[in-house]
């Protein structure tokens, strides 16, 4: 059973910075690209950030580049997503997920197969 888990959300002023953990088991997670997804309240689910399966490519929105950063540790199944310098519109549920096994960057929200459950990233002006 594939299981994504994400932590690491939480209140941050503007300026500030987080560091987002998405823990992978039940699939061979170094064949896996992993991406970063988040929904605000009201607006639908956007793409963040893909990272490939050997953590060679990847990829960010418009929005984000320059700000986040995404990682990956296959010896232990975990994808991060460094957050500096967040804004209030980066208020949303993130969320990471995987589609299929050795699918290139996946930048649609429709590519994705697996999901977590989201964390909570709330920034304060």
């Known amino acids: 059973q594939v299981k994504l888990v994400e932590s690491g959300g939480g209140l941050v002023q503007a300026g500030g910075s987080l560091r987002l953990s998405c823990a992978a088991s039940?699939?061979?997670?170094?064949?896996?690209?992993i991406g970063w997804l988040r929904q605000a309240p009201g607006k639908e689910r956007e793409f963040v950030a893909s990272?490939?399966?050997?953590?060679?490519?990847?990829s960010y929105s418009d929005s984000v580049k320059g700000r986040f950063t995404i990682s990956r540790d296959n010896a232990n199944g975990a994808v991060f997503l460094q957050v500096n310098g967040v804004r209030p519109d980066d208020t949303a549920a993130y969320f990471c997920?995987?589609?299929?096994?050795?699918?290139?960057?996946?930048?649609?929200?429709?590519?994705?197969?697996?999901w977590g459950q989201g964390t909570l990233v709330t920034v304060s002006s």
């Open positions: 997920a995987t589609g299929p096994s050795r699918s290139g960057i996946l930048t649609l929200s429709s590519q994705y197969i697996f």
């Open positions: 990272i490939s399966w050997d953590g060679a490519k990847t």
């Open positions: 039940g699939i061979s997670f170094s064949t896996y690209s």
